[in-house]
Structure formats: C-alpha cells, structure tokens
C-alpha cells in the first residue's frame, strides 16, 4: 500500500505563486512514477505532470508547461508541485497520485493511488 498525502494547498492572487507538497509512505517508489492532476467543478481530472521517482524524468502538459514545475527528495519520500504565474482557471482540487505504469503517466485510470486532494483558489 501507498498513502499519499498532499498538503499547500490555499487562497493567491492571479499572478501569484504557491507550492504543493505530497508526502508518500507505505512503499518504496523505486518503481513508480507520481503525477500530479487537477479538477475543477464539473470539469474531468486533468493531467499536469508527472516524474519518475528513480530518474526524475518529467513531463509536461501544455496547460503548465513553463509555468509548474514537479520535483521529488528521495530523502523527504516527498514530490513538489512548484506553480508560479498563476491563473483564474487553475482553480480547482489538486491531486497527487502513484502508479507504476511509468508511460501511461497522463491517464488518471492507470494510477492506482491517489491522495485526498488540496484546495487551490486563484482570485483576481
């Protein structure tokens, strides 16, 4: 079993900045890869990123490429979610999630643990 636990979550102006932490235990991530997705009221889970825990190779969706930015401590068992320039539309839930399927990295289904989600609101 893996727990995911995200936290960061809160209230910016648009142009602001805030940082999201996902603190994981339960296993090893060796093998996983941990992505980050969003969904706002009524919307579908979006992708946005996601790194492979061993490697740190990343990847992007174009909605946040430039502007987010995902890095892990292997030390902290934690992945970051770095977000600047930020916009009235990422508003939403943010999630951080597991899977080991490191190339579905942007499918929501291939992701088999999932954390409970932060709040984030950006106001103009």
């Known amino acids: 079993q893996v727990q995911l636990v995200e936290s960061g979550g809160g209230s910016v102006q648009a142009g602001g900045s805030l940082t999201l932490f996902c603190t994981v235990s339960g296993r090893t991530l060796s093998r996983y890869v941990m992505g980050w997705f969003r969904q706002a009221p009524g919307k579908e889970r979006e992708f946005l990123v996601a790194i492979r825990w061993s490697g740190g190779s990343t990847y992007y969706a174009d909605s946040v490429k430039g502007r987010f930015t995902i890095s892990r401590d292997h030390a902290k068992n934690t992945v970051y979610l770095q977000m600047n320039s930020l916009k009235l539309e990422d508003t939403a839930v943010y999630y951080c999630?597991?899977?080991?399927?490191?190339?579905?990295?942007?499918?929501?289904?291939?992701?088999?643990?999932w954390g409970q989600g932060t709040q984030v609101t950006v106001s103009s």
């Open positions: 999630a597991a899977s080991e399927d490191i190339f579905l990295y942007s499918a929501p289904g291939s992701y088999r643990y």
